[in-house]
């Protein structure tokens, strides 16, 4: 099982904290953000793609070649065209199937492992506004029936928290392009795929997310606490 970090936004609404280094190298407890994102992958990943942009030399210089073991591959996203584009840049390396996780959001080991045993899966995670995120809409087994990007009038509070496991062939599948922002978005194609294949959803127990320099002692409160 491979591994595909996105980690080439700017970060700026973290800012001043990213003016030198990118999101993912803002430091929590004095680790790197990025660090507790690749601690929290399942045992059963072998290498890791991560996709960079902003300031990605940095991320290079930290990690090297080979991070607890793991190999990394590199990929440079060059134009921000969004996060099904991101994804897509690596898909020559990606050649099994892989959790796809961003490398600004701290996720569950746990319910990452969990999701290894399917070839389809979203992590999910309850929240008390829903409205503001991407609400994950079930069919009656509890497998993934849609995802409604921002709904007025959400059904539930289970939201996507972005990581994901999916398999090589996803690739081939025609990417959605938000005409608004002129990206290409991974939730309508895991929409798609379940139209045709069976999403798992998995409830995650613990997701750290850092938005705005105020967020930074939460997470650190939060990582000590765990």
């Known amino acids: 099982m491979q591994a595909v970090i996105l980690a080439g936004g700017a970060g700026t609404r973290l800012r001043p904290l990213t003016n030198e280094v990118p999101k993912g190298m803002v430091c929590l407890n004095g680790r790197p953000l990025l660090e507790y994102v690749l601690l929290e992958l399942p045992d059963q990943v072998s290498d890791i793609v991560i996709i960079t942009g902003y300031k990605g030399n940095k991320i290079r210089e930290y990690f090297g070649d080979v991070w607890q073991g793991h190999r990394i591959w590199y990929v440079e996203q060059k134009e921000h065209l969004g996060t099904w584009h991101a994804m897509y840049l690596a898909k020559d390396i990606l050649t099994e199937k892989f959790i796809m996780l961003y490398g600004d959001d701290i996720g569950d080991k746990e319910a990452f492992t969990k999701g290894v045993g399917f070839d389809y899966c979203l992590f999910a995670a309850e929240r008390e506004h829903p409205e503001r995120y991407g609400v994950v809409e079930l069919n009656a087994d509890g497998t993934l029936l849609r995802l409604v990007e921002k709904p007025e009038h959400p059904r539930g509070n289970l939201v996507n928290s972005g990581a994901m496991i999916l398999l090589p062939e996803s690739f081939?599948?025609?990417?959605?392009?938000?005409?608004?922002?002129?990206?290409y978005?991974?939730?309508?194609?895991?929409?798609?795929?379940?139209?045709?294949?069976?999403?798992?959803?998995?409830?995650?127990?613990k997701w750290i997310t850092v938005t705005y320099p105020e967020d930074i002692p939460k997470a650190e409160a939060l990582l000590k606490r765990n």
């Open 185 to 205: 978005f991974l939730t309508d194609m895991l929409t798609d795929i379940a139209k045709e294949k069976t999403v798992q959803v998995i409830r995650q127990n």
């Open 172 to 183: 081939g599948r025609k990417p959605y392009k938000d005409e608004r922002l002129h990206e």
